[in-house]
């Protein structure tokens, strides 16, 4: 959609760890979170003439005068070391004191692994005539299969908020840089407000919460 834009450079800026109380954890050296960054880039105000900008989208840019259409990349990285981390929610949400904010898109929308399964399916014990004597044999086949398995998965289009879930799988264990991509719809001549907010989960059910620097947790921008 956006492929084409150029985007300002992302600085990323360590994420500190504070542990939530949830009901049914308890306290475990080593459970401290794999060190985690973020950033995001400058907004970028879209037009209809923007390169990459897909048809549908330029054409309520140049119709909707009213309304103002932003783009912002986040980079999110998770580092080796600490407790793995299992679960991972990235938050942005839109408001705006002149009328509804929401967001347009989120990229990408969901990313997946593939996985290959087999089942054994018993077929019950059949009898055999062995000689002069009867043998029960158990008959079983097996089935392979392939499956995707997501660890990555967006959601909030048309919403306010935009909630990116990362989930550690047998094939992804979650390291390294993740790119997301959000398109913001809000209303011209007010002032739009976007809250970054990160959630990492650990073994045993321990959730900590980012707390992140004041540079990237809160964005103003007039539309």
Known sequence: MTSQLTIPATL???VDWDERTVLGTYPLDGDAPARASIGHSEVVMLRPDSPGVEPDLARR???EAATGY?????VCSFRPGGAPITKATLAVRLSSAGGEAVVWSMSPKRL??????SRTVSLGPTVNLLGSSLEAVQVA???EFEASEPYLTAAGVGEPTAEWYFTRTAAVDLSGQH???LVGRA???????????????VRHLKTF???LPASQRQLLLDV
Do not use: F, N, S
């Not at 932003?70 to 986040?74: F, T, V």
């Not at 997946?112 to 399964?117: D, E, Q």
């Not at 209303?187 to 989960?201: C, N, S, T």
């Open 12 to 14: 990323l800026e360590d």
């Open 61 to 63: 840019l140049a119709q």
């Open 70 to 74: 932003l783009l912002l990349r986040l």
């Open 112 to 117: 997946a692994t593939p996985v290959k399964h």
């Open 141 to 143: 086949r097996t089935r």
């Open 179 to 181: 790119a997301l991509t």
């Open 187 to 201: 209303p011209v001549g007010q002032q739009l407000r976007l809250d970054i907010g990160l959630q990492a989960q």
């Open 209 to 211: 919460r980012g707390r």
